[in-house]
């Protein structure tokens, strides 16, 4: 009997903080398999955001900095421009890119950055509450629009993707989602692809991860992904955007 | 036969495993574990060793043996 799933070296035997069901742990390992089968586990660097994902640097097994909420970009960009020949990475949520951090991410796809950003986008903030995020969905409940998002006075789920996909300095943009066995293979083969695209030098890629948050969705594990599948999906269309 | 073994201290009760396996050989466990909830069950009856619940698994709680 050969041992055909498991955890990889970049994982650490480890229990998460996160809550049953959340995408993240999914997409921690996707990383981890990927620098593994790519064999740069001695020359990656990680940059963790704050939110959820606050800790990750616990949960895996190579070179991580933890940045500024939002500023995740603009540290990679010095690490990436002092240490050319390691690979970096960022990890953000939604609330740290596509919120506090817009212009350091905007700036730096626009400087054309030779970076991979996984950018995973569960449509809440989870780690401070379950507050409206600015992807949250119109009519989504959420702790601060408790009567859902009215886009006449909040505004429409922000594509940062898309708004990424116009820029000139950015070579990739793709999004994905851990929703079923068949998307998180398709992340995986994402995440891999936009860590090939740095080691040959090509420029930006940015992989948007759409992630179950059942705790702040209020719905059991099995109904988060199917309101991915039916709803998220619909505003966040899938597939390779640049 | 295929098998795998379930980390029940690392499992979290999110029951997806239970969902995507084709062969239902997942099921809600009796027992509690240390973090108080009751992690899934293997019934080791027909693994195929498809390993679509250790894809799955949000804690990596899940090895896959062929």
């Known amino acids: ?242 | 036969m295929a098998y795998i073994k379930l980390d029940q201290e690392k499992c979290k009760g999110c029951m997806l495993c239970i969902e995507v396996c084709p062969k239902g050989q997942l099921k809600p466990g009796v027992a509690l574990n240390k973090k108080g909830i009751n992690p899934v069950m293997f019934l080791a009856q027909d693994c195929s060793g498809c390993t679509f619940c250790a894809i799955i698994c949000p804690d990596t709680a899940i090895e896959v043996y062929k």
């Open chain 1, 1 to 242: 009997m050969k041992r055909i799933f498991g955890r990889t070296k970049s994982l650490r035997p480890l229990d998460t903080h996160y809550c049953s069901g959340c995408g993240h742990g999914v997409v921690h390992r996707l990383l981890a398999e990927a620098i593994d089968e790519l064999n740069i586990r001695g020359i990656t660097i990680g940059v963790t955001p704050v939110g959820c994902a606050v800790v990750a640097y616990d949960y895996w097994d190579f070179d991580c900095v933890e940045s500024a909420h939002g500023r995740g970009l603009a540290v990679a960009t010095a690490i990436k421009r002092l240490q050319p020949e390691k690979v970096v990475f960022t990890y953000q949520g939604d609330g740290d890119l596509a919120a506090i951090g817009t212009a350091e991410t905007i700036h730096a796809a626009n400087r054309g950055e030779n970076l991979t950003v996984v950018f995973i986008n569960n449509a809440v903030y989870g780690m401070t509450g379950g507050q409206m995020a600015p992807t949250t969905l119109i009519g989504q409940k959420s702790a601060t629009s408790p009567l859902g998002r009215n886009e006449k006075t909040e505004g429409y789920p922000l594509r940062i993707s898309e708004l990424l996909a116009q820029l000139q300095g950015v070579y990739s943009v793709e999004r994905t989602a851990v929703d079923s066995v068949y998307g998180i293979l398709k992340t995986k083969n994402a995440i891999k692809t936009a860590f090939q695209n740095q080691m040959e030098n090509k420029g930006f890629s940015l992989v948007e991860v759409l992630s179950a948050c059942p705790t702040y969705w209020d719905m059991s594990a099995f109904e988060s992904l199917d309101w991915i599948k039916n709803k998220m999906s619909k505003v966040f269309p899938l597939g390779r955007i640049k």
